[in-house]
């Protein structure tokens, strides 16, 4: 009786091969950077010319939000549903929340405006998770 003779682990090590490390960073990357223009854009007020701070807080705001969404993207496969959706929730509660602070609002609006942002990024996440997984 023959049998079919294949070369073992070929076929993984070319897959292996073609893993791209820096695939994880271009989403998070895009959003920290669109973050820190936001940012500086809204600490700037329609000032006619960027300071050096408003720069550097563009620049670790885009980092910052930048690290955060990776985290999140990083960890978000090993989750469940609600923690997922908690996670995504969170950090669209914490971005809104700092942008507004960098607004004229007050500390109570910034707050219940985040909190509402967060919920309804919940809810229409679990949303999502429950109907296409």
């Known amino acids: 009786m023959a049998s079919h003779v294949t070369v073992p682990g070929r076929h993984r090590r070319r897959h292996a091969a073609r893993r791209t490390p820096r695939r994880g960073w271009v989403a998070?990357?895009?959003?920290?950077?669109?973050?820190?223009?936001?940012?500086?854009?809204i600490e700037r007020a329609g000032d006619a010319s960027p300071t050096w701070g408003e720069g550097l807080l563009a620049l670790v705001a885009a980092v910052v939000f930048g690290a955060l969404c990776h985290g999140v993207f990083r960890v978000r496969r090993s989750l469940t549903r609600e923690p997922r959706a908690a996670?995504?929730?969170a950090l669209a509660g914490v971005g809104l929340g700092f942008l507004l602070s960098l607004t004229t609002s007050s500390v109570l609006t910034v707050a219940v405006l985040s909190l509402l942002v967060a919920a309804a990024v919940f809810c229409v996440a679990l949303y999502l998770f429950h109907t296409h997984e």
């Open 87 to 89: 996670a995504f929730a």
């Open 28 to 41: 998070p990357a895009v959003l920290g950077a669109g973050y820190g223009v936001l940012a500086q854009w």
